[in-house]
């Protein structure tokens, strides 16, 4: 690991290290990519990256050193190495999101911490008087649950109003999403209703799908939507992220899903502007007031070394041929593979077309397996951990409106597997969980008959 | 791995940790008095702690469903016990005491939004109330239009009479014009400087007095003093177990007395079970490493090695520090700022007036100097001399002591103060 000491400068301004791209013959080996995951536990078929993501072994020796040189000599560290360390991470992050300025990325725990710091504001915005009671706010009806209740929590609470834009499932092209979202916010501004802030999903949940967010921005201003916050929790090492292109005035991205960083650690990237000056983290210390980015590198002691490791990081996606482009591409490709290897055996479909899956893919599940409810999607996904070791989450389709279920399950496909793929997957992952479906439909199990 | 019951304490079965095994970790150049900051980890802790974030690396999501909350409710058990209270539900597992405040004050600030309480209404604290803490009252009480009575203390200070005297002033001034007080924040031990609170006399003034609400800032208290919250009697109280009780950074308690109340509060970071209880909203607040709050049974197992266990610990802490703050102002003619029986592992040294250390920044130069030159890790507090003080001591010294310290420690922060004295050291030449 680098010694930080090495770069003992105080200069705020000092170049982030350039990114050199291994030569050919020093790629990462499969052996080697085998080595760093060594940890992860044997016998299990982890097809589920998407949840709470990996990292490789060098990466926690990394982490690990950081741990030690605070153990050492705290008050050291806390005087002449923390801030540095985490001015470094911010920078290089910058660069690889295309912002503008270092000011502009704060870096916290995840981005359910990320959502609290917006949705907080917004929250003293009712308080006092900038908003007005009945003012809205705009989310997905797939939006993750940890940010619905923090809509409950700072923007219902505070008097705000909560307009829920429904988007297809399965869906076939960004049109699709597209004309949804435009019809869905226009509804929910009748009455003259004030839209304050949209909450948009780079990449959904649950649903796995990637949004146009691009257009989704677009259309939110032209509707008159005075800010956009871009959830985009799996974004980074998954899809490519611009923010100056997609244009919101938030985005958060967790780096230690599919960035190869240690729980936990994540971006909330503001756009310079007034507003951006007046976020607060929720946990306020010392730094109160100089700024969301330099609040949220002291929030009170603990344990920073996660986000202190992002150069090393740096290096480790550098050793994959075309870095963590490379990464992206050849994680999308495969999972796309495997999706539809795992469509054909079951006789079903994926839930998007390859173009919006990242590195993420949604299969749908025999219908004969009957999955009623997410508590059925829960127990199934419990009984192929326990029973076949495959860690995959399940999603429960509802019926749309006016569609006809009830005991007809023929062809219906109410279930999904999102399946992921990261460097360490291998096939055989994605074939004990085509083995183990097969089995069960075979065996005639339903989820009403699981234990 | 962790063991399955609690060691009930055995001196004469149990082997004392090997102190200098357990702390090799710590950088062994430097003379390490300041346990009070940021704390100290021994390595069967560390060892331990390790293992619990490899079990989450192996297999997150087995860890997520199957043994992260039973293990949770575990730690909270523990420190139910510890803390005398009643029930595990009032015990919720944070960060950090910062964390605490954050929590207890957003709900003061709603509170106030849905007028609960009136402009005006006061939040009372002390004036060495610790920095951040008065932060988060700008943040989240003036702002939403409460006002901040500060309780000015005196320091040096001879008895817990002094700090009783003066916060009963501050209450009827608090109390003036009718307005209300709504919540009293007190410290049990000040940081700086550090001195033990009468916290239960205050506490019991507080409820003559009709304060709605107390929050007992403990942060050093784990470990560092006996903490009985039944009979301290405050509403809320936050102590961080990585201060004196072992644990890896970070992880803090916050004990919520069962009311209506406790349902309304809640972590600012909200996730899944919002609604579900502040301790269990707590125990999930989004994908973090949450292994440094894993660890307390093995901590437990680590104090009770010792004779007397964290009891024994914290006595011999007491007396020791008390020892060394004696010889320490021994040596330079000074005095201890705070008597004994108000000190707790930390006491305040006072500095030799000729170092000339007149303001906040002097009192940062000094303990960088001390660290740089002399390999003494200490904080030192300024404090403005009173009108027509006579060559007042303006500068004091918080030592520590834990259980890895030594009186080696003591005599090279004597010495380093000494040559400072000898060489006609003063702040004013130290650089920036």
Request: glycine letters at 6%; one cysteine or more.
């Amino acid at each position: 690991m680098e010694d930080p000491q090495a770069n003992g400068d105080h200069n705020h301004n000092h170049i982030p290290k350039k990114l050199k791209l291994s030569s050919p013959s020093s790629f990462i080996s499969d052996s080697e990519i085998r080595q760093e995951f060594a940890h992860h536990q044997l016998g299990i078929a982890r097809i589920n990256n998407g949840s709470f993501g990996s990292c490789p072994a060098s990466i926690i020796a990394a982490q690990k050193q950081w741990q030690l040189r605070f153990l050492q000599q705290p008050d050291d560290f806390f005087f002449n190495h923390l801030q540095n360390g985490i001015l470094r991470s911010r920078t290089l992050i910058t660069s690889l999101i295309n912002a503008d300025h270092v000011d502009e990325v704060s870096i916290v725990d995840n981005a359910t911490t990320a959502a609290a710091i917006v949705l907080q504001h917004v929250g003293w915005a009712f308080a006092e008087g900038r908003f007005q009671k009945g003012d809205a706010v705009v989310m997905l009806h797939c939006a993750f649950q940890a940010v619905k209740k923090s809509i409950e929590a700072y923007v219902t609470r505070a008097g705000g109003s909560v307009i829920v834009v429904q988007l297809p499932f399965p869906v076939h092209s960004d049109q699709e999403i597209i004309a949804e979202f435009r019809k869905g916010l226009a509804m929910g501004k009748a009455h003259g209703r004030k839209v304050r802030l949209a909450i948009i999903d780079h990449i959904t949940s649950m649903p796995c799908v990637v949004i146009p967010v691009r257009e989704l921005v677009q259309i939110c201003r032209e509707e008159g939507v005075e800010q956009v916050f871009v959830d985009a929790a799996h974004a980074i090492g998954s899809v490519h992220v611009d923010v100056k292109e997609i244009g919101a005035d938030f985005y958060v991205s967790n780096l230690h899903k599919w960035f190869f960083c240690p729980p936990s650690v994540a971006f909330l990237y503001c756009r310079k502007s007034p507003i951006a000056l007046d976020l607060h983290h929720p946990v306020v210390s010392h730094e109160y007031g100089n700024g969301l980015a330099i609040e949220s590198a002291w929030i009170g002691t603990r344990d920073y070394s996660s986000q202190l490791v992002v150069p090393d990081v740096l290096d480790f996606v550098n050793r994959f041929e075309g870095g963590i482009a490379g990464i992206r591409k050849r994680n999308h490709d495969a999972v796309v593979r495997m999706g539809e290897l795992l469509a054909r055996a079951w006789g079903t479909h994926l839930g998007s077309p390859p173009e919006m899956c990242p590195s993420m893919a949604m299969v749908g599940l025999p219908s004969s397996l009957r999955i009623s409810s997410d508590d059925d999607a829960l127990k199934l996904r419990t009984h192929l951990r326990d029973h076949f070791e495959v860690e995959v989450p399940i999603y429960y389709q509802a019926l749309k409106d006016g569609e006809i279920g009830g005991d007809n399950w023929d062809g219906r496909v109410a279930g999904y597997a999102r399946i992921s793929h990261q460097v360490y997957n291998t096939v055989d992952d994605y074939l004990k969980l085509r083995d183990a479906i097969n089995q069960l439909v075979k065996d005639g199990v339903t989820c009403n008959n699981l234990p | 791995m962790a063991s399955d019951d609690h060691h009930i304490p055995n001196g004469s079965t149990t082997t004392p940790p090997d102190i200098q095994f357990e702390f090799a970790h710590h950088d062994p150049a430097i003379a390490r008095i300041n346990n009070g900051s940021f704390g100290s980890c021994p390595s069967s802790v560390i060892s331990a702690q390790q293992d619990w974030q490899l079990k989450w690396l192996q297999q997150p999501d087995d860890f997520y469903f199957n043994t992260l909350k039973p293990s949770i409710l575990k730690a909270r058990l523990i420190i139910r016990d510890l803390i005398n209270a009643d029930h595990v539900e009032e015990i919720s597992i944070v960060d950090n005491a910062t964390t605490a405040a954050a929590i207890v004050l957003q709900h003061v600030t709603w509170s106030f939004l849905s007028s609960q309480f009136q402009p005006g209404d006061a939040a009372i604290i002390l004036h060495y109330a610790y920095g951040a803490v008065k932060k988060s009252l700008q943040a989240y009480v003036a702002r939403a239009g409460g006002q901040i009575i500060e309780v000015k203390l005196p320091f040096p200070v001879n008895s817990d009479e002094e700090i009783i005297q003066e916060f009963r002033k501050a209450l009827e001034l608090g109390r003036m014009n009718g307005r209300k007080i709504r919540l009293a924040l007190i410290d049990h031990i000040t940081s700086m400087p550090s001195v033990v609170i009468p916290v239960k006399e205050l506490v019991k003034m507080c409820r003559e007095e009709d304060v709605d609400q107390i929050f007992v800032d403990g942060a050093h208290s784990i470990g560092c003093v006996d903490i009985d919250v039944k009979d301290i009697g405050a509403d809320y109280y936050t102590s961080n177990l990585h201060k004196w009780f072992f644990c890896p950074p970070a992880v803090a308690f916050l004990y919520c007395k069962k009311s209506d109340i406790l349902n309304q509060l809640h972590h600012p970071v909200v996730s899944h079970e919002y609604g579900n209880g502040l301790a269990i909203e707590s125990s999930w607040i989004g994908t973090r490493d949450y292994s440094a709050q894993l660890v307390v049974p093995e901590v437990m197992d680590f104090v009770n090695r010792f004779d007397g266990g964290i009891d024994g610990i914290k006595k011999r802490n007491h007396e020791k520090v008390v020892e060394m703050a004696i010889m320490l102002a021994k040596a330079w003619g000074t005095h201890l700022g705070v008597p004994p029986h108000m000190c707790s592992s930390m006491a305040m040294v006072g500095l030799p007036a000729c170092l000339g250390i007149f303001s906040h920044s002097d009192g940062l130069k000094l303990r960088a100097y001390l660290r740089d030159c002399f390999k003494v890790e200490v904080p030192i507090y300024h404090r403005e001399p009173e009108k027509g003080e006579d060559s007042p001591i303006t500068g004091y010294a918080r030592i520590s002591h834990q259980v890895y310290n030594t009186v080696e420690d003591y005599y090279k922060f004597r010495d380093a103060v000494n040559k400072l004295v000898n060489d006609g050291v003063t702040c004013a030449f130290l650089s920036d």
